[in-house]
């Protein structure tokens, strides 16, 4: 109850005084979320930060939610609030167990990454994943990127580095320097950033939305990994098969899958005391880069 408290107090000071309770809500890692009922019984979605890391992180969710709606078209929640304290949102429903909803989600994902093409990898400002700030200086060699501010940026922070021994560390740089024979070399486009399961619920009339997105132009596989590799449910079998149709994947893509995803398994190691099989996961995929070829 004390983060139901400290939300309401933060609504209160920016102006939603008619906010009379808020009751915690499950799903995110990073942050104190809760749904706020106002006095005429509608809801809100509101998330704050205990120790707020910046003063631009909802700000940067914002701009990132609006991006995902204008340019890719997907469905996002409404936002009523960003400032420095606090994120409020209009209030999304838990995505439906069906077949159907995962269709409708590889549509819309399919439509999102084919229709945001960009000449260069980045965004027009830095934004964040979780508690940590994600660099997204603007380059034109997208594996250059990806080796440096979705790889090797995690080096040196305390948990990777209590967690991955030196012989870890020289394997990731062997692969970082591999990249571009162990990858295709394909375009950037708009990418959500943070597709892990939790983030993909349902609008209020059912079509599948977004929630807290880490954007930037980068490879499509970026969120194809994070999917693939978050435990989705098996009704979601169809969106993979629905996708790579869509897309004209290559039938060799969930072979890059845990190459892909070594982003987010180090952002996972670096930021949580438990870490969900991230140090694990990480030290099989860098296992056949720990010897020099």
């Excluded at 960003?82 to 995962?102: D, K, Q, Y």
Aim: charged residues 25%; glycine residues 6%.
């Amino acid at each position: 109850m004390r983060s139901s408290a400290f939300l309401l107090e933060c609504l209160h000071r920016s102006g939603m005084r008619d906010v009379v309770t808020v009751e915690p809500a499950t799903g995110g890692l990073a942050a104190l979320a809760g749904i706020a009922t106002r006095r005429d019984g509608s809801q809100l979605f509101v998330k704050a930060f205990a120790d707020l890391p910046d003063d631009d992180v909802f700000a940067a969710e914002a701009d990132g939610l609006a991006a995902l709606r204008e340019r890719g078209g997907m469905a996002t929640p409404d936002v009523l609030l960003a400032n420095r304290e606090l994120l409020v949102l209009s209030v999304l429903r838990p995505r439906p167990g069906s077949e159907t909803f995962w269709e409708q989600f590889a549509h819309a994902l399919a439509r999102l990454h084919l229709s945001t093409a960009h000449p260069r990898f980045g965004w027009h400002r830095d934004n964040w994943l979780g508690r940590r700030r994600q660099v997204n200086t603007w380059a034109d060699d997208g594996f250059a990127f990806f080796a440096e501010h979705r790889l090797l940026r995690w080096l040196g922070e305390p948990r990777v580095d209590a967690a991955l021994d030196a012989g870890d560390r020289a394997a990731l740089e062997r692969l970082c320097h591999r990249l571009p024979e162990l990858l295709p070399d394909r375009p950037a486009c708009l990418t959500h950033g943070d597709l892990w399961t939790q983030n993909l619920l349902a609008t209020p009339d059912g079509r599948p939305a977004l929630v807290d997105p880490a954007v930037s132009y980068l490879w499509a596989d970026v969120d194809l990994a994070h999917v693939w590799s978050t435990a989705p449910p098996p009704e979601a079998g169809r969106f993979f098969a629905v996708y790579a149709e869509l897309t004209a994947l290559d039938r060799d893509w969930p072979a890059r899958m845990p190459i892909v995803q070594l982003r987010q398994h180090l952002a996972v190691l670096a930021q949580f005391d438990h870490d969900w099989g991230a140090g694990e996961q990480i030290r099989a995929t860098l296992a056949p880069f720990r010897t020099a070829t």
